[in-house]
């Protein structure tokens, strides 16, 4: 059946619509009488200029045009352009990236994304640091796999390349593009490019994105902007000299989130029965700050608390600034091309959020200096080689965070820091005619260091065994700004304040099975980390024809260990990535039918995985953390076909199959009377923490689950037609996205499952035959289908869920000179 669906999908690709294969503005020139067929899209995805389809790796690249009409603000926006990639905003600025099913919730400063994102030539440390950066490109380039040779740091699944535009010598030139749609949107980019003399030439670009929230409550609205100014200077024929700036700041809100149902435990005549759940019918634009979201939150009973009357009402913002400097030195030679790249960038983050939080709210600042520097050559025309060096040094500084849940809120403040070297090397060899053998390689050295409290309330009435106790008057927690506030506001009321539970003291100490308290439960983290990694790849390419290859890679990935605020469980170990490979890139019918193909296998070990979950604390408290949860095997297909039926047609298709299971899955839950809820197999255990007390919990085994994010079949279809017009032409495109449900969550639960969808999208735009002006229109998510991300249950038993984006419609025009 499978096979059969696949063969479906490769026959009927050319009769439906989707996003297409992206071509960069720089490409190679085309051959004599070749002007029918498809242009060659000049990548760097091996640090060296070459075709994407010379490349012996999968990568999708996304241009300009295509980034537009997906209308990609954000990294978060990417993964309409890319069956492969998933990603999504987490709270506040954060994005989460998984690649074929690999990846993690990298959403605070504890972690590092398992992603490699690279601006302009630099890594990025963070994922909150990647707004402001998709305006005035050449292209985006998504590798998919893991590298491990060539690519920055912490590479396991993949890499997203995102390359400006360049200032080009001799040029005088400008662009510009302005948008309007509906939730009062308005879009703007523009780019001006100037010569200085015969040998330099600078160029300024910028961007603006400004909406109201698609939410109800307001929340997810957009307001950022952005500039990037470069200047390239040819010294000599041989040293040319690149300086480039950016700033970028983003404003407005992050999305609160919508209530998708109420889970509730069942009893019986015979004690515990399940789980129920109750969908709340409510709207997926409805936000959590909505009146009538709240009002379903502070009618549910909150047995920890002991009563009803929670609700979401902290305020989410977004005041969040970056910028970086970099310069690129290439200096050319008869032996090889020496690149140097010295970078800095930074961030001030200043944000608050809500999802499974009454608020949470994070000030941040993160400084990240790096420098590589590569050395490409041959020895010959069947000796190609590049060697280079990497270093990395980043530090974050969290002076304050909180995370309100209404019943427990830490309050946190840490440094983490982290130095990376790594050594790389890529040697080519051509022993025969039109085969090419590759062996390259990558040893990486990680410290970090991780120094911060985190100090824990958590809101009791009375004893939380049953029998129920009542607090009908007992506040929840409050939004206070300081943990001495939030003691204060407690004590001044009477409620005890103790490191202690009363209810495991005797009346003579204090004790009392009824009366209220507040937990204080701090956690400190003073602790180093070392990780080491030789990471390598294997490959091999024959070129049957000049436009048809096929190629086969081995290679492995890494991920350095990390850090999390949880008690017994503060650091967690690397994990890694073994991938096999296999495809053919192919060009046909006078250079206008493309087809490329990829069968992969990967084995990931050790893998990480971030959610909410309980730390060994006694009692344990819940926390986001990263734990090593086991191993997976991830199987699949890609397919990629572009062919240029005629002169003005061309249609696309990117479609990928995957078969994904856990080959060993277990986390930890604690025994608190009632099971967890969870579709996985579970049985009662005890586990001893540091201090020696011995926890009650249940062992939680998900093998044989499919991987997180990892859809079955998920393909891109678009079709484009040009009508001529005289002096003028009108392009009409249509395309349509189709994900297959996938789970994001361990539990595995069905109603968290995101469910498959269609999001079509088209246009029509006018512009002049030569391209210097353009009108356009277009809608996007045709269906206004918002297909579920994720969703967390909060203290009262509600689910607080997300959602891709509504229907969004609008106008474009634009022009050059």
């Known amino acids: 059946m499978k096979g059969m669906l696949l063969s479906s999908a490769a026959a009927g690709m050319f009769l439906c619509a989707a996003p297409a294969l992206a071509q960069s503005d720089v490409a190679a020139p085309r051959a004599a009488g070749d002007d029918q067929g498809l242009e ?130 001799g040029e005088r030139a400008g662009q510009v593009t302005l948008g309007y749609g509906n939730y009062d949107w308005l879009t703007g980019q523009a780019a001006l490019n100037l010569p200085v003399g015969d040998a330099a030439a600078v160029r300024v670009a910028g961007m603006m994105s400004n909406r109201d929230g698609f939410l109800s409550d307001g929340s997810g609205k957009q307001r950022e902007y952005a500039l990037r100014g470069q200047l390239l200077v040819e010294a000599t024929q041989a040293l040319t000299l690149r300086l480039g700036v950016d700033y970028a700041h983003q404003g407005g809100s992050g999305a609160t989130g919508f209530y998708l149902g109420a889970v509730d435990p069942i009893f019986g005549a015979t004690g515990f029965a399940g789980y129920s759940f109750t969908s709340t019918g409510f709207d997926r634009t409805q936000g959590l700050r909505d009146p009538r979201s709240n009002a379903l939150q502070s009618s549910r009973f909150v047995g920890q608390v002991g009563r009803t009357g929670a609700v979401v009402d902290g305020v989410p913002h977004n005041d969040n600034n970056y910028w970086g400097v970099t310069a690129e030195l290439d200096y050319v030679t008869d032996a090889g091309t020496l690149t ?28 990240q200096t790096s420098v590589e520097a590569r050395w490409a050559g041959n020895v010959g025309p069947a000796i190609d080689y590049l060697v280079g060096g990497m270093y990395f040094d980043e530090d974050i500084d969290v002076p304050f965070a909180v995370y309100n849940q209404s019943t427990l809120t830490p309050y946190q403040n840490f440094k983490t820091a982290t130095e990376s070297w790594a050594g790389f090397g890529k040697l080519t060899v051509r022993p025969v005619e039109k085969l090419s053998l590759t062996a390259a390689g990558r040893y990486t050295s990680d410290k970090k260091r991780f120094d911060g409290l985190s100090q824990v309330y958590i809101l009791f009435c009375g004893n939380p065994a049953p029998p129920q106790d009542f607090c009908p008057t007992l506040p929840f927690t409050p939004l206070a700004s300081s943990a001495a506030e939030l003691e204060s506001f407690y004590t001044s009321r009477g409620i005890p304040v103790t490191p202690v539970p009363l209810y495991v003291l005797p009346p003579v100490a204090g004790g009392s099975q009824t009366a209220p308290f507040v937990l204080r439960s701090p956690i400190a983290i003073n602790a180093g980390l070392k990780n080491e990694k030789f990471t390598y790849r294997l490959a091999a390419q024959y070129d049957v024809t000049p436009r048809n290859m096929v190629y086969a890679s081995f290679e492995t990935g890494y991920h350095a260990g990390g850090f999390s605020f949880a008690r017994g469980v503060e650091s967690y170990a690397p994990e890694m990535i073994n991938a096999y490979t296999i495809g053919s890139k192919n060009r046909f019918l006078g250079n206008r039918l493309q087809v490329n193909v990829e069968g992969f296998v990967w084995k990931y070990k050790n893998q990480q995985y971030s959610q909410f979950g309980y730390d060994l604390g006694n009692p344990p408290s819940t926390v986001f953390l990263t734990r090593n949860i086991g191993d997976s095997t991830i199987r699949g297909i890609d397919l990629d076909v572009e062919f240029k039926a005629t002169r003005n047609t061309l249609l696309s298709a990117n479609v990928q199959y995957l078969d994904t299971k856990y080959d060993s899955f277990v986390y930890f839950a604690p025994n608190q009377g009632l099971p967890p809820n969870t579709t996985c197999a579970f049985a009662p255990t005890t586990q001893t923490t540091p201090a020696g007390a011995v926890l009650n919990l ?120």
């Open 40 to 169: 060659e899209i000049i990548v760097t995805a091996q640090r060296v200029q070459e075709s994407s389809q010379r490349a012996p790796l999968a990568l999708d690249v996304i241009n300009p045009a295509e980034l537009i009409r997906q209308n990609v603000v954000r990294a978060e926006d990417l993964s309409r352009t890319s069956p492969a990639l998933a990603s999504s905003g987490g709270g506040g600025p954060t994005t989460v990236f998984f690649v074929r099913g690999v990846g993690n919730a990298t959403v605070n400063a504890y972690s590092d994304p398992a992603i490699a994102f690279n601006y302009d030539g630099v890594y990025i440390g963070r994922p909150s640091s990647t707004s402001g950066m998709f305006y005035d490109l050449q292209r985006v380039e998504v590798l998919k796999g893991p590298q491990g040779t060539l690519y920055g740091r912490n590479a396991t699944g993949g890499a997203i390349n995102v390359i400006p535009n360049r200032p080009r010598l």
């Open 340 to 367: 140097v790249q010295p970078a800095y960038r930074e961030g001030k983050l200043d944000y608050a959020f809500n999802g499974v939080f009454r608020t949470g709210a994070v000030k941040e600042t993160d400084k």
């Open 698 to 817: 249940f062992r939680v085994d998900c093998s044989g689950k499919r991987a997180f994010n990892s859809p079955e079949w998920s393909f891109n279809l678009d079709a484009q037609q040009t009508i001529p017009l005289g002096t003028y032409k009108l392009m009409l495109q249509a395309g349509t996205r189709y994900r297959g449900e996938s789970d994001s969550s361990a539990d595995y639960l069905p109603y968290l499952r995101s469910e498959a969808t269609f999001v079509s999208n088209a246009s029509v735009t006018l512009s002049s035959a030569d391209d210097r002006w353009f009108a356009s229109l277009y809608v996007f998510n045709i269906e206004n289908n918002q297909r579920l991300v994720g969703g967390t249950t909060n203290s009262a038993g509600l689910i607080s869920a997300s959602a891709e984006q509504p229907r969004t419609w609008g106008v474009r025009i634009g022009g050059k000179f």
